[in-house]
């Protein structure tokens, strides 16, 4: 997620252009409403005035995890914005980089060595500068959450993807696993009303399925974030977002968190590896169907396959998409830094 003071006004003719778009799936009254340029502009207004600016920065959570346990560290970077850096939380085993490296080292049996460079408020054009960052500390496997700031900063998503795969490029020629949490559906934050709110779930889904297509390509995994993983954010919006209303609460966090180790798990080669299914949501897809497909369903996990020995199709690259089972939560002493919350046990 993003800085909360950079929700931006829409300018009249994008707002007709979109509104046209979103008639095809809300109907042609909603859009008619959504091309009202000043109820755009004041809603934007309004939503600078409820979420609060971002104050104190996020507990550091860099560190060794399961310091006592057998064999090297394997080294986790974690790249992004405010989302990634844990902003919303107080204390650092509340944080998604504390909750990966301590779901990592417990199911691994070894101890991670944890670098955050994640920066709140940063946009795609930021990661370059933590790439570099990241680089000179040799990461196994980099967990990047970006694309909210793009959204309310409406950058191109042109533009923002490839600041998005030049990073993934440059970590994956170093022999480093990407796995990216894509744009979060901004439609899901309460004090964003509608008809802006509805404008924030299409402009995020279609950054969302932007992402998952470059990242794939570039040789990274994909998992959407979607409305932050279920009803639950929606159903419980004072339990599972953080005092702004804006970025994820101590809960929420760990929510989306177990969504994303099991990829990283599999990304790092420990993951249990199932036969594709053709369920709903599961099998092999071309990429693009595969991309706006994980855009609808949060929790999906997109990463490039073969199909009948061919890496791509008539509709391009392969794709396979999973429904990993999610990581039970739960409280647990920590033998790293800090005692923390762990991610262990599949559903």
């Keep these: 997620m993003g800085d909360a003071g950079s929700v931006a006004p829409v300018g009249w003719q994008r707002a007709r252009r979109i509104a046209r778009m979103a008639a095809i799936g809300t109907g042609a009254t909603v859009a008619a409403t959504v091309a009202t340029g000043g109820v755009l502009l004041g809603q934007a207004r309004q939503a600078r005035r409820t979420i609060p600016m971002a104050e104190a920065p996020p507990p550091r959570c860099d560190g060794v995890y399961g310091a006592k346990l057998p064999g090297p560290p394997v080294t986790m970077v974690i790249l992004g914005d405010s989302s990634a850096a844990g902003y919303g939380v107080h204390r650092r085993r509340e944080t998604p980089g504390a909750l990966l490296a301590t779901g990592l080292s417990r199911r691994l049996h070894r101890p991670v060595r944890l670098h955050r460079f994640a920066v709140v408020g940063a946009l795609s054009a930021g990661l370059k500068h933590q790439v570099e960052a990241a680089l000179e500390v040799e990461p196994d496997v980099a967990v990047v959450l970006i694309g909210g700031n793009d959204v309310t900063n409406r950058t191109p998503p042109s533009v923002a993807v490839r600041y998005l795969v030049d990073a993934v490029r440059t970590l994956r020629a170093v022999g480093c696993e990407?796995?990216?949490?894509?744009?979060?559906?901004?439609?899901?934050?309460?004090?964003?009303?509608?008809?802006?709110?509805?404008?924030?779930?299409?402009?995020?889904?279609?950054?969302?399925?932007?992402?998952?297509?470059?990242?794939?390509?570039?040789?990274?995994?994909?998992?959407?974030?979607?409305?932050?993983?279920?009803?639950?954010?929606?159903?419980?919006?004072?339990?599972?977002?953080?005092?702004?209303?804006?970025?994820?609460?101590?809960?929420?966090?760990?929510?989306?968190?177990?969504?994303?180790?099991?990829?990283?798990?599999?990304?790092?080669?420990?993951?249990?590896?199932?036969?594709?299914?053709?369920?709903?949501?599961?099998?092999?897809?071309?990429?693009?169907?595969?991309?706006?497909?994980?855009?609808?369903?949060?929790?999906?996990?997109?990463?490039?396959?073969?199909?009948?020995?061919?890496?791509?199709?008539?509709?391009?690259?392969?794709?396979?998409?999973?429904?990993?089972?999610?990581?039970?939560?739960?409280?647990?002493?920590q033998s790293g830094p800090a005692e923390s919350p762990t991610l262990e046990g599949l559903a």
């Design 178 to 333: 990407v796995v990216v949490g894509t744009c979060p559906d901004l439609g899901a934050i309460q004090p964003i009303q509608p008809p802006l709110r509805w404008l924030a779930r299409r402009w995020s889904r279609q950054l969302a399925a932007a992402q998952t297509v470059a990242v794939v390509e570039a040789g990274g995994r994909t998992v959407s974030l979607g409305d932050l993983l279920g009803p639950r954010f929606a159903a419980e919006p004072a339990r599972m977002f953080a005092w702004d209303r804006f970025h994820p609460s101590a809960e929420g966090y760990a929510v989306a968190t177990a969504a994303l180790l099991p990829t990283v798990l599999s990304a790092l080669g420990a993951g249990q590896e199932r036969r594709p299914s053709l369920a709903l949501r599961e099998g092999v897809r071309s990429l693009p169907e595969a991309a706006h497909e994980a855009a609808r369903h949060a929790g999906t996990e997109v990463s490039g396959t073969r199909f009948r020995g061919r890496e791509r199709g008539p509709g391009g690259r392969w794709a396979q998409l999973r429904r990993r089972a999610f990581f039970g939560v739960g409280a647990v002493p």
